[in-house]
Nanobody, 120 residues
């Protein structure tokens, strides 16, 4: 069982930056692929980024070059650095854990989400 708690969301102006954090419980964090997803009102949950247990990274097309995912296994934490934010990045951002790297929403564990709002 893995519990995930996101933090770091908030309100930022377009062009600004935010760093999201996701703290995980348990001693097996390093074995999991960790992903970030987002969901805007009225839209489906969207893949943002994932980092494998070996630190390979993959990004959604809409965030490539602007967002960076990283992990600190000593702190059981995964991060999402978001730069050059746009109003269309506004969404609830979710952290998720899975035994293997996948780009769909079929993850084993999910956090409760953190709101990111980007004003124009």
């Amino acid at each position: 069982q893995v519990q995930l708690v996101e933090s770091g969301g908030g309100l930022v102006q377009a062009g600004g930056s935010l760093r999201l954090s996701c703290a995980a419980s348990g001693r097996t964090f390093s074995r999991y692929a960790m992903g970030w997803f987002r969901q805007a009102p009225g839209k489906e949950r969207e893949f943002v980024a994932v980092i494998s247990r070996y630190t390979s990274t993959y990004y959604g097309n809409s965030v490539k070059g602007r967002f960076t995912i990283s992990r600190d296994n000593a702190k059981n934490t995964v991060y999402l650095q978001m730069n050059s934010l746009k109003p269309e990045d506004t969404a609830v951002y979710y952290c998720a854990a899975n035994s293997v790297v996948i780009l769909t929403t079929n993850y084993d564990y999910w956090g409760q989400g953190t709101q990111v709002t980007v004003s124009a």
